[in-house]
């Protein structure tokens, strides 16, 4: 079985609770230490084997194998895709089957994750995910106020349009925006404008 470890925390002495997404599911099992165990870490693709044990609360992860992307090796990049899968962390916190499509993004983030500034492939990803929720509102009204938009727009926590006056942030011009929802693509986009994409993804999916 293979799956991205989405979460790690800390049971009894080194042992500890490994959260993966899997193609079907979300699996919480129990890692036993061993000193010639491969380190789990959050945001880590591994091939695996699923341990049922009536006699314990969770079934044990065992047999771990690493699946390498060339992008691993360098921080910077290994910094944002870790913060981006702590932030689909949260999001499906409590959901048990989620369905394919995140495992697909996190595939399809992660094979181009090397080819481009991290932060576009997250931006492009959690795009492709609010499209896929039905969250991705077409910038013409504000959110806030419900009055039209008209040459700017701020985005708020989960891309919603509002007036510059009515959110405090960067103002972005909204041909540019209705051009980015409707491509999913950053290629136009100048880095200013994915950093301040990326920073409103931090705050939360």
């Known amino acids: 079985?293979?799956?991205?470890?989405?979460?790690?925390?800390?049971?009894?002495?080194?042992?500890?609770?490994?959260?993966?997404?899997?193609?079907?599911?979300?699996?919480?099992?129990?890692?036993?230490?061993?000193?010639?165990?491969?380190?789990?870490?959050?945001?880590?693709?591994?091939?695996?084997?699923?341990?049922?044990?009536?006699?314990?609360f969770l079934p044990r992860l065992r047999?771990?194998?690493?699946?390498?992307?060339?992008?691993?090796?360098?921080?910077?990049?290994?910094?944002?895709?870790?913060?981006?899968?702590?932030?689909?962390?949260?999001?499906?916190?409590?959901?048990?089957?989620?369905?394919?499509?995140?495992?697909?993004?996190?595939?399809?983030?992660?094979?181009?994750?090397?080819?481009?500034?991290?932060?576009?492939?997250?931006?492009e990803a959690y795009l492709a995910l609010l499209a896929h929720e039905g969250r991705l509102h077409p910038p013409h009204d504000c959110f806030v106020c419900g009055r039209p938009l008209e040459k700017e727009l701020t985005l708020a926590r989960a891309y919603l349009p509002a007036h510059p006056g009515c959110v405090i942030g960067t103002a972005l011009a909204v041909e540019t925006v209705n051009t980015l929802f409707e491509s999913g693509s950053t290629l136009y986009l100048d880095d200013r404008y994915v950093e301040t994409l990326w920073l409103t993804l931090l705050e939360g999916m």
């Open 1 to 56: 079985m293979q799956g991205y470890i989405l979460h790690v925390r800390k049971a009894r002495g080194e042992d500890c609770v490994v959260t993966l997404l899997t193609s079907n599911k979300v699996e919480t099992l129990y890692r036993f230490y061993g000193a010639r165990h491969p380190v789990i870490t959050a945001g880590y693709k591994i091939d695996f084997e699923k341990h049922a044990d009536n006699h314990r």
């Open 63 to 123: 047999h771990v194998l690493h699946l390498g992307f060339p992008w691993l090796k360098s921080p910077e990049r290994l910094q944002v895709w870790q913060q981006f899968v702590t932030l689909l962390y949260e999001h499906l916190k409590g959901v048990e089957e989620p369905g394919r499509f995140y495992y697909d993004m996190l595939e399809n983030a992660a094979r181009r994750w090397h080819l481009q500034n991290p932060k576009r492939s997250a931006v």
